[in-house]
């Protein structure tokens, strides 16, 4: 272990810890049946607690992601078929849908096509989506009531208003 990661092993170990317990606390609740939406959870808690200050980890792009990947991934689920080749483009379009509908609303955080992929494979659950929605709600809480006590843990600088603040964006 070099000096600069002893500088921030307090940040590491705090973060990763929170990480750990949150998603705990969602898979006790929610359950282990829908284990592509839990994979994507645990991406999204990744990026809130490992990348703080990230464009992926902004509250409006987590709330706002994970809600068009939940509504795109339930219209795919309404599209279930026993066509291998339906199935196929029907997941294809689910995903392309997801991520232009993330450019348009400038709301970057690439778990939301885990979580319209996951909803179209393994089905409607208003147990899964509520929890799923909580769990959102909670991390985002979580993430805003610690924003600048914790560290960007990859390229290991504080979360600052500079860095968390709305970045311009071109097109």
Not at 38 to 52: V, W
Not at 123 to 145: F, Q, T
Request: net charge positive; charged share 10%; with cysteine.
């Amino acid at each position: 272990m070099n000096i600069s990661q002893k500088k921030y092993i307090s940040h590491i170990i705090f973060q990763i810890l929170l990480a750990t317990v949150l998603f705990f606390i969602l898979i006790y609740f929610v359950g282990l049946r829908f284990k592509v939406t839990l994979a994507t959870i645990g991406a999204t808690t990744f990026i809130i607690f490992i990348s703080p200050g990230s464009e992926s980890a902004r509250s409006r792009n987590v709330i706002l992601g994970t809600i068009i990947g939940c509504i795109i991934g339930y219209i795919g689920w309404l599209f279930q078929s026993d066509s291998h080749l339906f199935l196929a483009l029907s997941y294809s379009i689910v995903i392309g849908v997801t991520a232009i509908l993330l450019v348009v609303f400038r709301c970057f955080h690439p778990p939301a096509a885990g979580y319209s992929l996951g909803i179209a494979f393994e089905g409607y659950n208003s147990r899964l989506i509520i929890g799923l929605l909580i769990m959102i709600v909670v991390l985002v809480l979580v993430h805003e009531a610690f924003g600048y006590h914790l560290v960007n843990l990859i390229e290991r600088k504080k979360v600052t208003k500079l860095n968390i603040r709305k970045k311009k964006h071109s097109l």
